[in-house]
C-alpha cells in the first residue's frame, strides 16, 4: 500500500453550490410556547412563502440544513412556522435570525423587470449623475420599505428600494442606477 494514499484525508461531503439556493425570508422571535417563530418573508406577495414547501436554512455561520416544517401559516398580517429542531420557546430562540433559502430550481423564473435579491448583490450602483456609488453589498427590510446597502471603502449608504430610487437593473453590465444624491 502506498503510503501517501493511506495518509490521504478522506473526502469530506459535497457542499451545496450556494448559488443553488436564493433567500427567501428569516425566522424571527418565537411566537407562543410550542415553538413556533415569526417569520419574515422577502416574497412578493409576502405569504408566498408559505407555497414554498421546501425550506433550506442557512445559519449565521454559513452552514446550511433543509427545514422540515412542521407548520406554516398566516398570523395577523405576518407569517409564523414552526421547523423541526424548535419544539420550544428556547429552540426557537436559537433560529432566530436563520436564513431560509429555497432551492433555485423550486423558484419560477423572474418576469421582465423583475429580479431576485441575491442576483443583484455585488452589482456596482451609480447615481443618475454617473457617480459611482460603491457595491450593493445586502438588503434590510425596514418598516417602510426595504433598502439597499451599498458600500464603497468604509463608507455605507442605505438606498431605499422603491422604483422611485431604483431606476434601472443592467444585468449584462452588472450595475444599477439609482436616483440618488452622490454626498447624501
Same mark, same amino acid.
Given at each position: 500500500? *502506498?503510503?501517501?494514499?493511506?495518509?490521504?484525508?478522506? &473526502?469530506?461531503?459535497?457542499?451545496? @453550490?450556494? %448559488?443553488?439556493?436564493? !433567500?427567501?425570508?428569516?425566522?424571527?422571535?418565537?411566537? %407562543?410556547? +410550542? %415553538?413556533?417563530?415569526?417569520?419574515?418573508?422577502?416574497?412578493?406577495?409576502? #405569504?408566498?412563502?408559505?407555497?414554498? =414547501?421546501?425550506?433550506?436554512?442557512?445559519? &449565521?455561520?454559513?452552514?446550511?440544513?433543509?427545514?422540515? =416544517?412542521?407548520?406554516?401559516?398566516?398570523?395577523?398580517?405576518?407569517?409564523?412556522? =414552526?421547523? @423541526?429542531?424548535?419544539?420550544? &420557546? !428556547? $429552540?426557537?430562540?436559537?433560529?432566530?435570525?436563520?436564513?431560509? !433559502?429555497?432551492?433555485?430550481?423550486?423558484?419560477?423564473?423572474?418576469?421582465?423587470?423583475?429580479?431576485?435579491? @441575491?442576483?443583484?448583490?455585488?452589482?456596482?450602483?451609480? *447615481?443618475?449623475?454617473?457617480?459611482?456609488?460603491?457595491?450593493?453589498?445586502?438588503?434590510?427590510?425596514?418598516?417602510?420599505? &426595504?433598502?439597499?446597502?451599498?458600500? #464603497?471603502?468604509?463608507?455605507? /449608504?442605505?438606498?431605499?428600494?422603491?422604483?422611485?430610487?431604483? /431606476? +434601472?437593473?443592467?444585468?449584462? $453590465? $452588472?450595475?444599477?442606477?439609482?436616483?440618488?444624491?452622490?454626498?447624501?
Amino acid at each position: 500500500m *502506498n503510503s501517501e494514499a493511506a495518509d490521504a484525508p478522506e &473526502p469530506g461531503p459535497l457542499l451545496p @453550490d450556494p %448559488g443553488a439556493y436564493v !433567500e427567501m425570508g428569516r425566522l424571527g422571535r418565537p411566537y %407562543g410556547v +410550542q %415553538g413556533w417563530s415569526h417569520v419574515e418573508s422577502w416574497t412578493d406577495p409576502p #405569504e408566498a412563502l408559505v407555497g414554498y =414547501r421546501h425550506w433550506v436554512l442557512k445559519s &449565521p455561520d454559513g452552514s446550511r440544513r433543509p427545514a422540515r =416544517r412542521q407548520g406554516v401559516r398566516a398570523q395577523g398580517s405576518g407569517i409564523v412556522a =414552526r421547523v @423541526d429542531g424548535s419544539e420550544t &420557546p !428556547e $429552540r426557537a430562540a436559537e433560529l432566530t435570525g436563520t436564513v431560509i !433559502e429555497i432551492a433555485r430550481s423550486d423558484l419560477p423564473a423572474p418576469g421582465p423587470g423583475e429580479y431576485y435579491r @441575491d442576483d443583484l448583490r455585488g452589482f456596482s450602483v451609480r *447615481n443618475l449623475e454617473g457617480a459611482s456609488l460603491g457595491v450593493l453589498r445586502e438588503f434590510i427590510d425596514m418598516p417602510a420599505n &426595504p433598502v439597499m446597502v451599498v458600500v #464603497e471603502g468604509d463608507r455605507e /449608504r442605505w438606498v431605499p428600494l422603491t422604483r422611485q430610487h431604483l /431606476r +434601472q437593473v443592467d444585468a449584462a $453590465r $452588472r450595475e444599477l442606477s439609482v436616483d440618488w444624491p452622490e454626498d447624501f
